[in-house]
């Protein structure tokens, strides 16, 4: 059997001081193949934006204001190959929340 599993892993969340941004952080990777024998397996820019969306903390692409949570960076931590910029194995995503009082 199959199976392809994500991998969430939580650096950070939380804020750093009162009235301070809620900063989350964390690093996505995936892996395919039977249990015991997966293989990693490389995503995009656009899937790790998608799996961080739904998994780590929504926000907007292009937020209307200031106010609303924003992808602060999206960088990769394990390249797949320099003939496949675009592709990585481990991603790691900092998402804001500004703080609303």
Do not use: N, Y
């Amino acid at each position: 059997m199959r199976t392809t599993t994500v991998r969430i892993t939580h650096l950070r969340s939380g804020q750093s001081r009162p009235h301070a941004d809620t900063v989350s952080e964390a690093e996505i990777e995936m892996t395919t193949g039977a249990p015991g024998q997966a293989k990693p397996q490389p995503m995009s820019e656009q899937q790790a934006r998608e799996i961080a969306r739904l998994f780590v903390c929504h926000f907007e692409d292009q937020p209307k204001d200031p106010m609303h949570t924003r992808l602060e960076s999206l960088m990769i931590v394990t390249p797949t190959t320099p003939a496949s910029p675009t592709l990585a194995l481990r991603w790691r995503v900092v998402i804001v929340q500004p703080f609303t009082d």
